[in-house]
């Protein structure tokens, strides 16, 4: 259908984007039969409920159908880089020209964009059948039929916009400064945990951004291999993502080879002749490398494409510029995606899951325990295995161990991948509530004096069985992989950074303990609670330096630990300079 007044669409050459911004209003009359009109509110009821941490209000739904509901949401969605001054009301009218539209929000990222879910896909074809190429004079634009698209205005002087102007919508983490107002005037512990916890999260839209992006690079991939999906993983779709975290996804060829029906051919077997390869190493490699290489020539938005192919798990790394996401592309990584929804499980259990996690993640973060950078750290995936087990050994537990998950399962939840068994009950109403009832000010503490006393030296970690083992080598620290359980998830986790993980937890059990004795005012200007935990030691909490205060006893357990456990390093944790960093 053509487009009048508003403006012209084309699909996004291959280059960069303008900062803008736009001046708008708020319709409410382009929404999808029988659902809720246009912008994001607050009374409306999102898809997947425990990603975005409204599970109390909404019945929790299975992983799989989650995923399922994002991927076709995604594919009848579209992301459009707008000019400024474009009035909303207008662009919205335009668009629903071509089908009526269930949501949209818009969001700035070097540049000015609009995710539009159309109520169906047949739109986006529509959409996409007007768009057109733009022609260059000075710069050549490959031809890319995609649906990240680009509006431009035909006539500046039409826009000349109504002055409302709606909030942009926010898909960064806050300020440090905002984050230690919000924790300052929280009500108590329990109370700064759940601000944190509700400041970090994924939001709803930051959620459908990701699911978009993958829809998008899964275009790009069909065309190498029709039938693909892109499945997202880790953070993005466990429940324990926040604002800032990466993008994980993987290309997942296996639908291809799923025939759709089998037709009653006598003797005949038809297959596909297909290349073979040495190994399943090479072959990921060599498709990753196809697909790196045409993410870098062709994909719009896509920049800094790295193929990172010797690593242990082959993956091509990029950045998506349009929706600022930092991408990691593997294939083969269906253990990856099985570890995912246990996680997802786990966080949609109990309300203080994911509060906790996200505590221990940004107390992690603040004091420099994990990076963004590969190395000897630990990683976010590690800490919230240990926030797990830890939840799993209270008295009663909160959370039930990975086998007792196992044997709740049903026949069709049984599933086995490259050999290991990754069974376990996927419905969460068939998984019975904790009947224990502790505030999460004491599970902090509780967290930070059990870790901080752990027998790092010689136990393992594995939320199979829910118990302290013994450690089958000499890894300072030796978390199980909960499907492939010869494997050790922080391994690369050397003893120096192990030991500064312990005097952390210890020095922070400590300043909890002193908040109970006398806690300052909420409104006090002192940092309290979590938001002192989360300063460098000394930085402000009076109480770090009381902490040389540690009964001996204390240290020489921690002494004979280290020496016991054979560390060249342990003697002196690394204390260096520790900035203040809220990000991901
Ligand atoms: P962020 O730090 O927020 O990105 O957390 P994340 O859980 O997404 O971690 P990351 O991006 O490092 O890894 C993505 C996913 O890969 C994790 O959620 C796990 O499912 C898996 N993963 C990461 N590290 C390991 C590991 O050492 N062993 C195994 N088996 N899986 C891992
Ligand atoms: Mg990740």
Redesign the pocket.
């Known amino acids: 259908m053509a487009a009048r007044g508003v403006g012209i669409l084309a699909r996004l050459p291959l280059h960069s984007q303008r900062r803008s911004r736009v001046q708008r209003s708020i319709p409410r009359h382009f929404s999808c039969p029988g659902t809720v009109a246009a912008n994001f509110g607050s009374e409306e009821q999102p898809l997947g409920s425990a990603e975005t941490g409204s599970e109390d209000k909404i019945p929790k739904k299975r992983f799989s159908e989650v995923q399922k509901e994002r991927r076709e949401q995604a594919q009848r969605t579209v992301l459009i880089h707008c000019p400024n001054n474009i009035n909303e009301k207008k662009f919205l009218k335009y668009l629903s020209q071509h089908g009526p539209i269930n949501k949209h929000f818009f969001y700035e990222s070097f540049g000015f964009y609009a995710v539009v879910e159309f109520c169906q896909k047949d739109s986006v074809n529509s959409l996409q059948s007007e768009a057109h190429t733009p022609n260059k004079s000075t710069e050549s634009a490959i031809p890319f039929k995609s649906r990240f698209l680009n509006l431009k205005l035909k006539n500046l002087s039409n826009q000349i916009p109504e002055q409302l102007s709606a909030q942009t919508n926010n898909q960064s983490p806050p300020s440090s400064k905002k984050l230690f107002e919000l924790l300052n005037y929280a009500e108590s512990i329990d109370d700064q945990l759940y601000t944190l916890l509700k400041t970090f999260q994924l939001t709803e839209e930051n959620v459908r951004l990701r699911h978009l992006t993958c829809s998008l690079i899964e275009d790009i991939a069909a065309a190498y291999f029709p039938g693909c999906v892109i499945r997202p993983f ?3 779709v466990n429940t324990f993502g926040k604002l800032g ?2 993008l ?1 996804m993987f290309l997942d060829l296996d639908e291809i080879g799923k025939p759709n029906v089998h037709k009653n051919a006598g003797n005949f077997l038809m297959e596909f002749q297909m290349k073979n390869v040495p190994s399943e190493r090479i072959a990921t490699q060599k498709i990753l490398s196809v697909i790196g290489e045409c993410l870098d020539n062709f994909g719009p938005g896509c920049v800094g494409v790295q193929k990172i192919l010797n690593a242990r798990c082959p993956l091509v790394r990029f950045s998506h510029q349009a929706s600022g996401f930092q991408c ?1 592309l593997t294939t083969n990584n269906s253990i990856a995606l099985k570890s995912s929804e246990l996680l997802y499980i786990y966080g949609s259990l109990d309300a203080r899951v994911r509060a906790l996690v996200f505590s221990v993640r940004c107390w992690a973060r603040a004091h420099s325990l994990t990076s963004s950078i590969p190395g000897a750290w630990i990683t976010n995936f590690s800490l919230t295995m240990m926030v797990i087990f830890f939840l799993q050994r209270r008295s009663p537990p909160i959370l039930p161990t990975l086998d007792s998950l196992k044997s709740l399962a049903d026949a069709e939840d049984r599933c086995i991948l490259d050999g290991n068994n990754c069974t376990f009950i996927r419905d969460l109403y068939k998984i019975k509530p904790s009947g224990n009832t502790e505030t999460l000010e004491l599970l902090l503490k509780e967290f930070f004096e059990y870790f901080g006393n752990f027998a790092f030296n010689k136990n393992s970690i594995n939320i199979r069985q829910g118990r302290e083992q013994n450690k089958p080598d000499s890894s300072p620290l030796y978390i199980q992989n909960p499907f492939e359980t010869s494997l050790n998830i922080s391994k690369n986790v050397s003893q120096s950074q192990l030991q500064k993980f312990v005097e952390l937890a210890r020095d922070s059990a400590w300043i909890l303990e002193q908040e109970d004795k006398g806690q300052p005012s909420p409104s006090s200007k002192q940092p309290w609670g979590l938001a002192a935990l989360l300063l460098p030691p000394g930085a402000a909490s009076p109480s770090l330096s009381k902490k040389k205060k540690k009964p001996m006893a204390e240290k020489v357990k921690g002494l004979l630990a280290a020496i016991k456990s054979n560390s060249a390093d342990i003697s002196k944790g690394s204390r260096g300079k520790r900035a203040i960093s809220t990000q991901a």
């Open positions: 880790g953070s993005s975290c990466d994980d990691d």
